[in-house]
């Protein structure tokens, strides 16, 4: 499969652990977002990598962070967690920096207990 | 601020009936406007975006400045439409950026 993947596709936590979920970007795209999806918020925009650096950044609590490898990857670290942050975690990817057409993970569902 | 409002939670219509999923957004410059779609169990996928003018699996979307708005429209719907639909936009054209409207979804009936 040349798409979009993320593991892991289930995470079971506590309150208070740390968390990395993981990305692999289509074959040759260069830009990785991540965006949160909750009941209450929707779908909202976390943060973008385009070839290594940040190139953009939401409403990204600062207990969270991500990071790009040079494999073009991509880890979105989750710590300091509350029961709040349970929701599903996607991750996208495109060609370039701006407006290509972003393709989605299957998402990496995240409950916290 | 840049929004983007999906005013309806849920759609219901009848096979072949025709099809006007809303989206009403807000920004100030020249936004890029896009419609994803989430079959059951599967990820996003994108639909249409208004700058390619594409009609995809029957459906079309007219970016309306005027009125903010870049509702989907399809004029008989199918069954297999039944899924969730986002709209979505792109501000600036430095990012990719998405910022999703609260997502309608439609259900088809027999």
């Known amino acids: 499969d040349s798409g979009v993947t993320q593991t892991p596709k289930h995470l079971i936590t506590a309150t208070g652990q740390r968390v990395t979920l993981r990305c692999s970007p289509r074959s040759g795209d260069l830009s990785v977002y991540w965006y949160q999806q909750s009941l209450d918020q929707g779908l909202q925009f976390l943060i973008q990598y385009y070839n290594g650096e940040e190139r953009a950044k939401g409403n990204i609590l600062e207990r969270f962070s991500a990071q790009q490898f040079p494999d073009l990857h991509s880890e979105l670290n989750l710590s300091s967690l509350e029961l709040g942050d349970s929701a599903l975690y996607f991750c996208a990817s495109s060609a370039g920096p701006g407006r290509e057409t972003q393709y989605f993970g299957p998402g990496t569902r995240l409950l916290v207990l | 601020a840049q929004r983007v409002t999906q005013p309806e939670k849920l759609l219901s219509v009848f096979k072949g009936a025709p099809v006007e999923l809303k989206c009403n957004y807000s920004?100030?410059?020249?936004?890029?406007l896009f419609w994803y779609v989430q079959y059951s169990r599967q990820r996003l996928q994108l639909l249409l975006r208004h700058i390619s003018r594409e009609s995809i699996k029957g459906f079309t979307a007219d970016l309306n400045k005027g009125e903010t708005s870049f509702h989907l429209k399809k004029p008989f719907a199918q069954e297999e439409d039944s899924a969730m639909y986002y709209c979505a936009l792109s501000g600036s054209s430095n990012t990719g950026k998405l910022i999703f409207g609260q997502g309608t979804t439609l259900q088809v009936k027999p």
């Open positions: 920004y100030s410059g020249s936004p890029e």
